[in-house]
């Protein structure tokens, strides 16, 4: 399994980027595809998450802001951010969880289910 991040960067206070993760060697039942971040000296937080079923959950802090969504003909899962804060400077991991449950660990935004892991990339938003 791979996921390989791209789209990071930097930019201002109010600005927006697009995330990707292209993501092979998955199988096509793998239930919950998600974004985490760690900010510097910080534990690493859940941001979104869709499961097989298409429901999506965020974090408080980046609801309305943040979309997250995925073309599975291109097996490649997508994080819109806008009305970037500098608080959301992180670096923006990739994560599968390949066998999952509804109201598990997808749904809480958990880093313990998921299996496999990107490099990461980093985002910084200045003032």
């Known amino acids: 399994v791979r996921l390989v991040e791209s789209g990071g960067g930097s930019v201002q206070r109010g600005g927006s980027l697009r995330l990707s993760c292209a993501a092979s060697g998955l199988r096509d039942s793998t239930y919950c595809m998600a974004w985490f971040r760690q900010a510097p000296g910080k534990e690493r937080e859940g941001v979104a998450a869709i499961d097989i079923d298409g429901t999506t959950n965020y974090a408080d802090s980046v609801k309305g802001r943040f979309t997250i969504s995925q073309d599975n003909a291109k097996n490649t899962l997508y994080l819109q951010m806008n009305s970037l804060k500098p608080e959301d400077t992180a670096t923006y991991y990739c994560?599968?969880?390949?066998?999952?449950?509804?109201?598990?660990?997808?749904?809480?935004?958990?880093?313990?289910?998921?299996?496999?892991w990107g490099k990461g990339i980093l985002v910084t938003i200045s003032s």
């Open positions: 994560a599968a969880e390949e066998e999952g449950y509804s109201g598990g660990y997808c749904s809480k935004l958990s880093s313990v289910g998921m299996d496999h």
